[in-house]
Structures are given as C-alpha cells and as structure tokens.
C-alpha cells in the first residue's frame, strides 16, 4: 500500500546554527489520534518535527475525511532553558491551512500554566482529501532573545587600557562596543575581584542588542593595542543572565555576559 505526507510539521529556530528547533516533541491530541487511527495514518517525529502518512487509493486517501476536519497537535517543551534564550513572538507559515494556535494572552506563549500542560497548541484544518503532489512543511518559527552582550577580560597586562573588541566581520552593519565604568553593584566584576585580586578587569558592552545564538556569529576579535589577543571571541553563553538598569529609568534591560581571561605569567595565577 502507497503512503503520501498528509501533515508535515517543522520547528525553526534562530538561535541554533542549523536553524532547526530540537526543544520540543509535537504529538496528536487525543481526538486527533483517534482519528488519525480511524484513517490508518501513521505518526512518525523526528528530532525537529513530525510527518503524519495517511495511505492512499487512486491518489485519494484510503478512507475518506469528514468535511472540516481538524488535527490538532501539542507542542511539549523538552528544554528548561528554552526561555533564556527565546525571545516572545514567533511566526507560522500559514500557507497549509493553520486555524489557530492556543497560548496564554497574558504572559505570552512562553509561560505554562504548570509543566504538565504543553506550551502551545496548534491547530489545522483543510481538505485533507486533497493530496498534494509535493507537500512542504508547515512551519513554526521561533526567535532568539535579543539581549546585550558583555565581556569581561581578566588580564595580568598593565597596559589593560589598551584592549578593545573590534569586529572584523562581512557585516555591512558591524557591531561597536565601548568600555564599561565598574560599579559598586555589579557582582560579576566583585565576584572577579576577590578570585583574582591586584589584576586588572575590564569590561566590555555592545551598544546594539544582539540574539542569544548557539555559536557566535560575529567575527569578534579581543586586541591589545594592535595586537590580536584572540582571533574569534566565542558569544556569551545564554546561561550567564542579568539584568542591566537602563539609564533613563526605563524597565531593566536584558544582557548576558562572557568571561575572558589573558594571563601571560601563568604563575602568578590563582583560582
């Protein structure tokens, strides 16, 4: 018996380098099932999504859909960390039939009631009676948070004035960043302080936003006056979180931050 692609769901996501969203598993509600188990279809997921196959007669399904059917999916979040580094909206493809995605309008879809309940649930409806010749995937999107990146260095060099991120990159639109005054608050650079005391920290901001990403994709380089201190600055990890007051008094704005150390005289070196 011939199988065709009846329903084929894919997740996006900007934060990872592939694109592709590995944080969820898509499974059938329970009237969705059984209906899918009236048809004969088959579910299979992949890391990315799911394919549901529905066999055919004469390129008609097997066993003929009701007028206005509806299959209706959850989404079940397999990651904790997922909402660090998303951002609140997210985008459909719309082009196959979506009816309707369900998500708190309150605190947007990235809060959950509890963690038994999924995070978001999707809904299609179309002539399933219709096969396509070449059926595309519907898709989700999903988007990185956009936060401010930071770096602080840890150095033994006296001539710790002199360093400076620049980025080297293709971009016609470069990133610019500017040295940052410590304040008595900022636990990180205390924290800094007492593990590595009498050496120099200096810490860095972008002035523009950039998404949490899997990898960096700036070409960022750490220099010492001209030298190249390090080629490739990796991106700061989603997992070093804070909150940066913004100086007009607006709501706090979001930032994560990386460590870099340069130590030439390895043995004065503790902690």
């Known amino acids: 018996m011939n199988y065709s692609p009846l329903v084929m769901i894919k997740l996006m996501h900007s934060f990872y380098d592939r694109g ?3 944080d969820f598993s898509i499974t059938a509600d329970a009237q969705t099932a059984s209906l899918l188990n009236n048809h004969r279809c088959v ?3 992949d890391p990315y999504g799911l394919t ?7 390129q008609q399904p097997l066993i003929r859909f009701a007028d ?5 999916f959850d ?3 397999q990651n904790n960390d997922f909402a660090l580094y998303s951002d609140q909206r997210l985008e459909l493809s719309n082009s196959l039939g979506w009816q309707g995605l369900t998500a708190n309008p309150q605190q947007g879809f990235l809060t959950r009631p509890n ?3 999924p995070l978001l649930s999707i809904a ?14 519907d898709e989700i999107r999903f988007f990185a948070k956009p936060v401010l990146w930071f770096y602080y260095v840890v150095t033994d060099q006296s001539n710790s004035d002199q360093f400076a991120i620049v980025d080297v990159g293709q971009d016609i639109q470069k990133t610019t960043w500017q040295r940052c005054e410590q304040l008595s608050d900022d636990s990180i650079y205390t924290q800094l302080a007492k593990q590595y005391p009498s050496m120099p920290i200096v810490c860095f901001v972008c002035e523009q936003t950039l998404d949490c990403r899997e990898s960096c994709t700036k070409h960022l380089q750490l220099k010492l006056g001209e030298h190249i201190v390090f080629e490739h600055l990796p991106s700061p990890c989603y997992r070093n979180y804070f909150h940066v007051e913004a100086k007009t008094g607006s709501k706090p704005t979001d930032a994560i931050y990386e460590i870099v150390k340069y130590f030439t005289n390895t043995i004065l070196i503790k902690g």
């Open 52 to 58: 549901v196959y529905v066999p055919l007669d004469n």
């Open 68 to 72: 206005n059917s509806q299959l209706s």
């Open 20 to 22: 592709e969203c590995p």
């Open 75 to 77: 989404l079940n979040l």
């Open 115 to 117: 963690d038994n309940e």
């Open 124 to 137: 299609i409806k179309r002539d399933f009676n219709q096969i396509a010749p070449t059926l595309g995937a």
């Open 43 to 45: 579910v299979k997921p």
